[in-house]
């Protein structure tokens, strides 16, 4: 339990701090009747909502602690 709250803070620091990230897909388009084909780059952006950060370092947090709860009890 440990490991996936340490992993879940250490994910949602990083959700906080990067908002989005663009990746690039090649794709190869067709000209007019057939005669010329390009390779074309179309950038895809993908968001990431801050509540998904939040939430997940709070989950990482709760993890943790139960984590410690269950040693000491």
């Keep these: 339990m440990r490991i996936a709250g340490l992993t879940l803070i250490v994910l949602g ?3 906080l ?3 989005s990230f663009t990746f690039f897909s090649t794709e190869t388009v067709v000209g007019p009747a057939g005669l ?3 390779d074309v780059s179309r950038p895809h952006t ?3 909502n ?3 950060g939040i939430l997940a370092v709070i989950a990482g947090f709760v ?3 139960m984590n410690r709860r269950q ?3």
């Design 13 to 15: 620091i990083l959700a």
């Design 46 to 48: 993908i968001f990431i």
């Design 17 to 19: 701090l990067i908002r």
């Design 63 to 65: 993890l943790l602690t």
């Design 36 to 38: 010329f084909a390009w």
């Design 71 to 73: 040693l000491t009890a």
């Design 50 to 52: 801050p509540l998904a």
